[in-house]
């Protein structure tokens, strides 16, 4: 089977004189400065996802008088206060509260894990609107239930709408100023968006969990399946645009190609009528001047299998920028070559203005699980430092077929360690280190893309990474990148088929596999900060996030330095001067740190479980920093917290 891997397509010439006239008049684009005006009018501060502010009210001096200023209870509580069923039923919790709210003209905006949309007072926590659209009795959705991070806001100067995507599952289109649906759009202020794959989509195995993006008058919607390893056949991850005014669908891009389409060699013939994913379950980015969306498309379904779609897989695992008015593809690079590690880049491009070695260039930067840094010009493709395809050990699984070779980034470095080798199991103590490797030796390993045998498997990162979908932060002043990340691994279990027609059984394992006394199996750092120069290339610091298990009863004594928590951190928050990170799940904290050092001079207990990406903004004259808290099939109360000054 022939291999196409990474191709440009023609870029329309109005893109191509945009750029250049950028670039000649050294003008930063709206998506590349931050977020302004002291609002946040976008899920990542701007449609760049920079995730900075540069508000500076709160800083270094004062940070320390931080207090809660509001907190407001998510509308979905009244729900479960006053129906048995949802109440008493664990699938109608969220996986965590997730979302990212918005600050729009004065008015901040919020969804719910029930799908309720939301008005508040910035200054007060108080409820404007709601509006229930009553999504949840359709069904618990895909992946991980009744889940939400956010909305789309869209303004054409004269009419404004709010665009939500979830439940099971639908588009929906409110007025902000009443929370209404629009008349106009779809039936009703609505779009199914289960209609128009292509085929027939059980709804049990679909769902979106990320807010949509706009780019001019065209809202494009990506989506989260289950990606068990069961499913031979699944929904597509086509990507679709909507008419922001009619809801009418404007374009899909394919992500399996089908016949005649650019990519369809890189998969077996009638692939594409059967085998699902290759969906944009995070955040996407848009380039307004180049006219451009940019799409982190992920892995083909089963995650952890290919025998059943030998080849490359185009366009899984790849960074994807099409024309955001047609859809149709202007350039892609493929990260991983028919992936069998669930490595889908987790989080939104960062799109970055830099100078490397004295030339201007419009970036995009993606950050991956696996600790990779991909940085192309946006507007042609091109990598910024040579990638280098190397070779990579082989699958011995009968049917199987990996690619021989990996694309490895060149520069920057790696923002973690991965592989699984015996070098990186435990040491502290001789004694400790020989127990380590006992349980290590009783699963099969390796270096980086080994792929997962007969037998049970450590895949290092795992399929939380890494990198997750809180992304990193980029500070369009100094040109750093600020990347957090933990080192999550998984561990697979692949046996062979009862029936000799029958395929592989795979099981993913989601919990961690411990090591010796309850200690952790590999060496740390197990959570950390790490800063970039994004212009040479070069890392700046990196910091644990947290103490880890230095107060383990068999490592007193040691004086070992802070090894960060093994737990999922929160969303990067930039501002002028600070940085500001949450770690959650179990330690459940915010702390503020210093960006040229990576010290941290601040932090917050906070009252639940914190797994979303704050916000900043101003109002009647107050920075404000707001940010999810709760969920869980513990039954934590979903809410909003606000830190202010006093």
């Known amino acids: 089977m022939r291999s196409v891997r990474n191709g440009i397509s023609s870029i329309p010439l109005l893109s191509f004189a945009i750029f250049a006239l950028a670039c000649l008049t050294g003008i930063k684009g709206v998506a590349q400065i931050g977020a302004t005006d002291g609002e946040w009018r976008h899920y990542g501060g701007n449609?760049?996802?920079?995730?900075?502010?540069?508000?500076?009210?709160?800083?270094?001096?004062?940070?320390?008088?931080?207090?809660?200023?509001?907190t407001w209870v998510?509308?979905?509580?009244?729900?479960?206060?006053a129906n048995e069923t949802i109440r008493e039923r664990g699938s109608f919790r969220s996986y965590a509260y997730e979302v990212t709210p918005l600050m729009v003209n004065g008015v901040l905006y919020t969804t719910t894990s029930l799908g309720q949309i939301a008005a508040i007072n910035p200054t007060s926590g108080e409820t404007l609107w709601s509006f229930d659209p009553v999504l949840y009795l359709d069904g618990r959705p895909a992946v991980h239930g009744f889940m939400t991070r956010g909305l789309a806001y869209w303004t054409d100067g004269e009419q404004e709408r709010l665009f939500y995507a979830g439940g099971r599952t639908y588009l929906l289109s409110i007025d902000p100023s009443s929370g209404r649906p629009d008349p106009s759009f779809g039936r009703g202020g609505r779009v199914d968006l289960k209609r128009g794959l292509g085929r027939t989509i059980d709804p049990s195995l679909y769902a979106v969990s990320s807010p949509p993006?706009?780019?001019?008058?065209?809202?494009?919607v990506g989506s989260a399946m289950t990606e068990g390893t069961d499913y031979l056949e699944a929904p597509p991850g086509h990507v679709r645009g909507f008419n922001a005014r009619t809801g009418e669908m404007q374009w899909i891009f394919?992500?399996?190609?089908?016949?005649?389409?650019?990519?369809?060699?890189?998969?077996?013939?009638?692939?594409?009528?059967?085998?699902?994913?290759?969906?944009?379950?995070?955040?996407?980015?848009?380039?307004?001047?180049?006219?451009?969306?940019?799409?982190?498309i992920g892995t083909t379904v089963p995650d952890y299998y290919g025998g059943h779609r030998l080849g490359d897989n185009l366009f899984s695992n790849s960074l994807v920028a099409l024309n955001g008015e047609t859809g149709e593809r202007v350039w892609h690079y493929q990260m991983v070559h028919h992936s069998v590690w669930d490595y889908d880049?987790?989080?939104?491009?960062?799109?970055?203005?830099?100078?490397?070695?004295?030339?201007?260039?419009?970036?995009?930067?993606?950050?991956?699980?696996?600790?990779?840094?991909?940085?192309?010009?946006?507007?042609?493709?091109?990598?910024?430092?040579?990638?280098e395809e190397r070779v990579v050990p082989q699958s011995e699984v009968i049917g199987e077929g990996t690619s021989p070779t990996q694309p490895f980034p060149s520069k920057p470095p790696l923002f973690l360690t991965h592989g699984a080798t015996e070098d990186d199991v435990i040491d502290f103590t001789p004694e400790i280190h020989e127990e380590a490797l006992e349980i290590f030796r009783q699963y099969n390993s390796g270096p980086l893309y080994t792929p997962p045998a007969l037998g049970d498997n450590i895949i290092r990162p795992g399929w939380s990474g890494g990198a997750n979908w809180w992304g990193a932060a980029f500070d369009p002043e100094t040109q750093n990148l600020f990347v957090p990340s933990w080192?999550?691994?998984?561990?697979?279990?692949?046996?062979?088929?009862?029936?000799?027609?029958?395929?592989?059984?795979?099981?993913?394992?989601?919990?961690?596999?411990?090591?010796?006394?309850?200690?952790?199996?590999?060496?740390?750092?197990?959570?950390?900060?790490?800063?970039?120069?994004?212009?040479?290339?070069?890392?700046?610091?990196?910091?644990?996030?947290?103490?880890?298990?230095?107060?383990?009863?068999?490592?007193?004594?040691?004086?070992?330095?802070?090894?960060?928590?093994?737990?999922?951190?929160?969303?990067?928050?930039?501002?002028?001067?600070?940085?500001?990170?949450?770690?959650?799940f179990e330690t459940n904290?915010?702390?503020?740190?210093?960006?040229?050092?990576?010290?941290e001079l601040?932090?917050?207990?906070?009252?639940?479980?914190?797994?979303?990406?704050?916000?900043?903004?101003?109002?009647?004259?107050?920075?404000?920093?707001?940010?999810?808290?709760?969920?869980g099939v513990g039954g934590e109360t979903e809410r909003l917290m606000a830190l202010a000054l006093p």
């Open 487 to 584: 080192a999550h691994f998984s561990t697979v279990n692949i046996q062979p088929p009862q029936d000799p027609t029958s395929d592989l059984t795979i099981r993913p394992r989601v919990r961690d596999l411990s090591g010796p006394r309850g200690l952790p199996l590999f060496k740390p750092p197990y959570s950390q900060l790490v800063a970039f120069d994004m212009s040479a290339g070069e890392k700046l610091w990196h910091v644990p996030v947290g103490e880890g298990p230095r107060d383990h009863p068999d490592l007193q004594g040691l004086e070992l330095p802070p090894m960060g928590n093994f737990e999922k951190l929160g969303g990067p928050l930039l501002t002028k001067t600070l940085l500001f990170i949450g770690q959650g």
């Open 254 to 296: 394919h992500t399996i190609p089908q016949p005649g389409e650019y990519g369809y060699e890189t998969w077996p013939a009638e692939a594409w009528s059967y085998t699902g994913g290759a969906n944009v379950w995070t955040h996407m980015s848009v380039d307004e001047e180049l006219g451009l969306v940019y799409l982190p």
């Open 345 to 387: 880049p987790p989080a939104a491009p960062n799109l970055m203005d830099i100078v490397v070695d004295g030339r201007e260039i419009k970036a995009v930067g993606q950050i991956t699980k696996q600790g990779f840094t991909f940085v192309f010009d946006r507007a042609t493709g091109e990598p910024v430092w040579p990638i």
């Open 74 to 81: 998510s509308a979905d509580e009244e729900i479960r206060n």
């Open 602 to 631: 601040w932090w917050i207990q906070l009252p639940a479980r914190f797994h979303a990406a704050p916000i900043t903004y101003m109002a009647e004259g107050r920075q404000y920093i707001v940010f999810a808290l709760g969920g």
């Open 47 to 70: 449609v760049g996802h920079s995730k900075y502010s540069p508000l500076d009210q709160i800083n270094a001096d004062n940070v320390q008088r931080l207090s809660e200023a509001w």
């Open 213 to 220: 993006v706009v780019l001019g008058d065209v809202v494009i």
């Open 589 to 599: 904290r915010l702390g503020a740190y210093d960006k040229t050092t990576g010290e």
